[in-house]
């Protein structure tokens, strides 16, 4: 039986719609498909967030630890570099103390030594036969010595000049003032019954406040004429004077004396007060 030429081709189409829907639903499967697989490819957001955030508490605490080891090695490193330059400082001043005391009293040296920051200079002390710096971290850095010694640190660590003194019974060790003079002892040969020797002495304030001076002379035994002609009062900044100290003697032998000089420096200074001592020996002959 023949089918009507109509309905064969609406069978047709129906059959076509029917393969368009099912190509249709096939694409939309496929499509859940892909997402599904992305979906398992991918974390979850906050998951992402609390690894990273892991990751880098992780690596601050590498780096602190790292911090941590190197400030305690370099601070280490500072603490021995303190205790070498006050040890190198110590020997300075020591090899002075013995050189102007095997010269006699009125040697001095004057010199630059540094004061490491890390020394508490209130509880160091220059006393008996000892120097001693105290280093925080370490304790007493010290030095020994075959004389007495006595005086005082700065009232600041850094660069430090230092006077270093043999005043006869002690060498003294003290910041250096800017009082100098030109000799640090005196020596005159007199012919008995001859005429008058002297010498000539320069006395400068090379500090930057002004000194009051105190000069007194100690005339050495046996003298027949004995004077001396320095100014006391006060020297200014800069300033110099001269002076001068005549002897004479008619009694044979070797005679001593000494010349002082002291100083104050003007107040409000860190300077300490300067006592220079002279010795004066004379052979009369």
Same mark, same amino acid.
């Given at each position: ?12 189409? #129906? ?44 690596? #601050?605490? *590498? ?51 540094? +004061? ?9 002390? +220059? ?44 060498? #003294? +060790? ?8 030109? *000799? ?13 020797? /002297? ?17 007194? #002379? ?6 027949? /004429? ?34 002082? +000089? ?13 006592? *220079?001592?002279?010795?004066?020996? *004379?052979?009369?002959?």
């Amino acid at each position: 039986m023949k089918t009507p030429r109509g309905q064969n081709s609406l069978g047709q189409v #129906l059959r076509a719609q029917v393969s368009r829907g099912q190509v249709l639903r096939a694409q939309v499967s496929r499509g859940q498909v892909l997402r599904a697989q992305v979906s398992r490819g991918r974390a979850p957001c906050g998951q992402v967030s609390l690894e990273y955030l892991m990751l880098t508490a992780a690596m #601050l605490l *590498i780096l602190l630890v790292l911090v941590i080891v190197f400030m305690g090695q370099y601070a280490q490193q500072g603490i021995v570099v303190q205790q070498r330059t006050a040890a190198h400082s110590l020997s300075v001043l020591a090899g002075a103390a013995q050189e102007v005391w095997a010269a006699g009293a009125g040697a001095e040296q004057k010199m630059t030594v540094d +004061i490491p920051d890390a020394a508490d200079l209130a509880t160091s002390r +220059i006393a008996g036969r000892t120097l001693s710096l105290n280093i925080s971290g370490i304790g007493d850095v010290s030095r020994s010595l075959p004389m007495n010694v006595s005086g005082q640190w700065p009232l600041k660590t850094g660069r430090f000049y230092a006077s270093v003194y043999n005043n006869g019974t002690h060498v #003294l +060790i003290r910041p250096a003032g800017g009082l100098v003079v030109n *000799i640090t002892g005196i020596y005159m040969r007199i012919p008995n019954g001859g005429p008058a020797n /002297s010498t000539r002495l320069l006395i400068s304030n090379r500090a930057n406040v002004t000194y009051t001076l105190a000069q007194t #002379l100690s005339c050495p035994s046996g003298t027949v /004429s004995c004077a001396y002609d320095g100014t006391n009062g006060d020297l200014a900044s800069g300033a110099a004077q001269t002076a001068i100290v005549t002897i004479s003697s008619i009694t044979p032998g070797l005679r001593a004396g000494y010349l002082t +000089i002291s100083a104050v420096p003007a107040a409000g200074s860190d300077l300490p007060g300067e006592n *220079i001592t002279i010795p004066i020996s *004379i052979r009369v002959e």
